[in-house]
């Protein structure tokens, strides 16, 4: 079994920042992509960034520029750095990981409880 833990969330103004992170735990063979996804109400689930274990980096349009994502493969470990945040980046942010449970076995997704980010003056 695999868990995801988000910590970081928070309220902000406009224009300041936030740091993400999310631990993941279990016994794992390997983590192939870790990313974040966020949720706003009344809105589907949209993706913000994500990045493989080989350092691919992937991006949602909206946060392009403003946001980096980083992992670190010796801690399981996954992080947003959120910065010029704007009052259309309130959601709540979800940690996801794509894992291997053996070398050659099925891959799983896992997704964290979630950590809410308001921004607003």
């Known amino acids: 079994q695999v868990q995801l833990v988000e910590s970081g969330g928070g309220l902000v103004q406009p224009g300041g920042s936030l740091r993400l992170s999310c631990a993941v735990s279990?016994?794992?063979?390997?983590?192939?992509?870790m990313g974040w996804y966020r949720q706003a109400p009344g809105n589907q689930r949209e993706l913000v960034a994500t990045?493989?274990?080989?350092?691919?980096?992937n991006y949602g349009d909206s946060v392009k520029g403003r946001f980096t994502i980083s992992r670190d493969n010796a801690k399981n470990a996954v992080y947003l750095q959120m910065n010029s945040l704007e009052p259309e980046d309130t959601a709540v942010y979800y940690c996801?990981?794509?894992?291997?449970?053996?070398?050659?076995?099925?891959?799983?997704?896992?997704w964290g409880q979630g950590t809410a980010v308001t921004v607003s003056s």
């Open positions: 279990g016994s794992i063979f390997r983590i192939n992509v």
């Open positions: 996801n990981a794509d894992v291997s449970y053996a070398p050659l076995g099925p891959r799983r997704e896992a």
């Open positions: 990045v493989t274990l080989g350092g691919r980096i």
